[in-house]
């Protein structure tokens, strides 16, 4: 079926960019969390929910039936809204430390944009299960527009809205590093060129594709990079347990290869279906 059936294909593949980012939240939110003795009983609803969100990643990956599954429809919808959420605690924590919204609360104070993540799972996988719901011959479409441009429009703010937030931490660390410009410069232009994909396409294919494929290896790659520097912490890996806590989250960059992997999922879409 799956060679037959391209909307399959790219719903399948969006349930594993959607687990990705899922696996992702988990991580960032367990570590965070913990260091914050999880003093509200609301910080495990998104450890909850990504968990949730990964298993039926999982499932619909593996999936290789058409069709909507109900029970990760409302997985993924739940996800969307927790994320949701979870953005307004942040944002109220950032006001309500002393000085409200200033460089040194957005530093230091809840990521702002860390529940987002879990907004884009909920997202990717939502738009996977629309994406399979279309006939195996029929124009793949998501609420009645081209399936492929609405992914690959979805990605794109997405991978904005993660590059924003790598800025932030990296002007934080002074770009100390050069190699901390990577995710401001290589995740906008794929964002610029998938973008394009969506709308007037001027640029060719192949283009996104090598752009977003350079940006998925980049997600996996900052995690050696986030790994390297907690190892320059005081005590390096043999103090663990603070440097992990207190370094480069390790498990934000795969939020990079997660978008990727979905924007080239809609890449191909497209390809298939000149005008999904």
């Not at 997985?75 to 309500?96: D, E, M, P, R």
């Not at 991978?159 to 401001?184: Q, S």
């Not at 390096?236 to 795969?254: E, M, Y």
Request: with cysteine.
């Amino acid at each position: 079926m799956w060679p037959r059936h391209p909307a399959l294909k790219a719903g399948r593949r969006l349930n594993r960019a959607a687990g990705i980012l899922a696996a992702a939240v988990l991580a960032d939110s367990a570590i965070e969390h913990y260091r914050g003795s999880f003093h509200n009983r609301a910080m495990v609803a998104p450890l909850i929910s990504s968990s949730l969100s990964l298993l039926a990643s999982m499932h619909g990956t593996s999936d290789k039936n058409g069709g909507a599954h109900a029970a990760r429809d409302t997985i993924y919808v739940v996800a969307g809204v927790t994320g949701l959420v979870g953005t307004c605690f942040h944002v109220f924590n950032i006001g309500k430390r002393p000085g409200g919204v200033s460089w040194l609360n957005l530093f230091y104070g809840a990521p702002i944009a860390a529940p987002a993540a879990l907004s884009l799972s909920g997202i990717l996988g939502y738009l996977a299960e629309r994406s399979r719901a279309n006939e195996p011959y029929e124009r793949p479409t998501i609420l009645g527009l081209p399936a492929g441009r609405v992914i690959a429009a979805m990605t794109a703010i997405g991978l904005c809205a993660t590059v924003a937030e790598a800025g932030l931490f990296h002007f934080r660390g002074a770009y100390h590093d050069k190699a901390m410009f990577l995710p401001v410069s290589v995740p906008p232009l794929a964002a610029v060129i998938l973008a394009d994909a969506a709308g007037p396409r001027w640029l060719p294919r192949g283009l996104a594709r090598l752009w977003l494929s350079i940006t998925a290896w980049l997600g996996f790659a900052g995690v050696g990079f986030h790994a390297y520097g907690v190892g320059r912490n005081m005590g390096g890996w043999r103090n663990w347990r603070q440097n992990v806590l207190n370094g480069p989250p390790l498990p934000a960059p795969p939020s990079f290869a997660g978008l990727a992997l979905a924007g080239l999922a809609a890449v191909d879409l497209m390809a298939e279906h000149p005008d999904a």
